[in-house]
């Protein structure tokens, strides 16, 4: 999203205006998918293109692993056992294999409702979408991606939910580069995580199907 001008002073930003979202505009999930692997690449930056070190880096597995061992216990453990064991082991991989030199600014956010559709052509914007609202942070590119795979929780919950969840997966693998089994950890690892963390806000309608699927993926 490009600033147009800003004040600092009444600390004000004019921000393009956009169009609606990539999840509001009726596409199948798998073009929602590729519109956000192309957008992905674009929007990653190394560190040293930001003036950073390699040290700030964040082992982002680490974090999710605590949310959730804390997250089941206070919440009188909603979720069978093994769904959260799974979730664990995935964090453990991720943050044993975590190399700060391979990583990049990622969004921290990247689901369709944050790409938004550009008015018009524009240089930046090849993909026709920008994204909007970013958790930035200096972390493993293959992150992003398990943001895109954890989210589908209707399409998973309406059908076979491993079958169309490995095929999301692949999609994003063969899009992107990256290691198809590598996406998918980090994706059971959000849908677990983001599951536990809207139940913990009260908000037990978002977080049943991210919970209920992540059993289905087992």
Request: charged share 20%; aromatic share 8%; hydrophobic share 50%.
């Amino acid at each position: 999203m490009r600033v147009l001008a800003y004040d600092a002073e009444r600390h004000a930003v004019l921000l393009e205006a956009l169009g609606p979202s990539l999840d509001r505009l009726g596409l199948a999930p798998q073009t929602q998918i590729e519109a956000l692997c192309d957008l992905l690449p674009r929007a990653w930056q190394s560190a040293t293109a930001a003036g950073l070190a390699a040290e700030v880096a964040l082992n982002k597995a680490d974090d999710l692993a605590a949310l959730v061992a804390r997250l089941w216990e206070d919440l009188g453990r909603p979720c069978p056992e093994r769904v959260t064991a799974y979730a664990l082991a995935c964090a453990q991989r991720r943050a044993a294999a975590f190399d700060p030199d391979r990583c990049v600014i990622v969004h921290g956010d990247a689901a369709p409702a944050n790409a938004l559709q550009v008015l018009r052509p524009r240089a930046g914007a090849e993909a026709g979408f920008v994204f909007v609202d970013p958790d930035g942070f200096l972390g493993d590119p293959s992150y992003d991606l398990g943001v895109v795979l954890r989210d589908w929780c209707p399409e998973l919950l309406a059908g076979d939910a491993l079958t169309l969840a490995r095929r999301y997966c692949r999609l994003l693998a063969v899009q992107t580069g990256m290691k198809e089994a590598v996406i998918w950890e980090w994706g059971f690892l959000e849908r677990v995580s983001t599951g536990l963390y809207a139940l913990s806000l009260g908000a037990e309608d978002l977080a049943r199907p991210f919970l209920s699927t992540a059993e289905a993926l087992l």
